[in-house]
T-cell receptor
Framework: DAGVTQSPTHLIKTRGQQVTLRCSPK?????VSWYQQALGQGPQFIFQ???????QRGNFPDRFSGHQFPNYSSELNVNALLLGDSALYLC?????????????FGEGSRLTVL | AQSVAQPEDQVNVAEGNPLTVKCTYS??????LFWYVQYPNRGLQFLLK??????LVKGSYGFEAEFNKSQTSFHLKKPSALVSDSALYFC?????????????FGKGTRLHILP
């Protein structure tokens, strides 16, 4: 049973560029949440997708956008990259949008913006 | 909005000694509380959760957590620490509004188990 998979694992971009990160949820899960984890900090909630819709959003600018596909996989897009966007981006999956249970996390995509 | 606080950036414990990692919470209504662990360059792994029931919750790898409503705390404990327990630990709370439902994490506590 495959867990949550994320790609790419590492990437380097320059300021102003755009990046797309991908996530496949754990088998049987239909909800994907994205988090940003800066070095030495806790994960910060970006947004959550369920039934191909953004259900809720954290305090992140519109440069951060996403998508969920019919197979429940998801993408996170960040436009006009800033140095401060350098972080580990974590995808977490769960079953149903009501979060009574645990989140299953991928190993993350580490983004470095130069 | 709900929140959790982890007052210690780092905790050092000798191998074999009991360990405690502290967490306090602020919620309206009944809290849903979680502990996660993160090893270097890895994603987070679920350890345990409290939703209702017994105040002492048992989880993975011999960890347990004690829910204390009067002190609004949810401290993580283990009777005998292992060097392999060295990692970053996050307390988390469910933040549920009228139309949203998300998990909010604390800033984390780094646990060092000394051989």
């Amino acid at each position: 049973d495959a867990g949550v998979t994320q790609s790419p694992t590492h990437l380097i971009k320059t300021r102003g560029q755009q990046v797309t990160l991908r996530c496949s949820p754990k088998s049987g899960h239909d909800t994907v949440s994205w988090y940003q984890q800066a070095l030495g900090q806790g994960p910060q909630f970006i947004f959550q997708y369920y039934e191909e819709e953004e259900r809720q959003r954290g305090n992140f600018p519109d440069r951060f956008s996403g998508h969920q596909f019919p197979n429940y996989s998801s993408e996170l897009n960040v436009n006009a990259l800033l140095l401060g966007d350098s972080a580990l981006y974590l995808c977490a999956s769960s079953s149903g949008w009501l979060l009574t249970g645990e989140l299953f996390f991928g190993e993350g995509s580490r983004l470095t913006v130069l | 909005a709900q929140s959790v606080a982890q007052p210690e950036d780092q905790v050092n414990v000798a191998e074999g000694n009991p360990l405690t990692v502290k967490c306090t919470y602020s919620v309206s209504g009944n809290p849903y509380l979680f502990w996660y662990v993160q090893y270097p360059n890895r994603g987070l792994q679920f350890l345990l959760k409290y939703i209702t029931g017994d105040n002492l919750v048992k989880g993975s790898y011999g960890f347990e957590a004690e829910f204390n409503k009067s002190q609004t705390s949810f401290h993580l404990k283990k009777p005998s620490a292992l060097v392999s327990d060295s990692a970053l630990y996050f307390c988390a709370v469910r933040d549920r509004g009228n139309r949203d439902d998300k998990i909010i994490f604390g800033k984390g506590t780094r646990l060092h188990i000394l051989p």
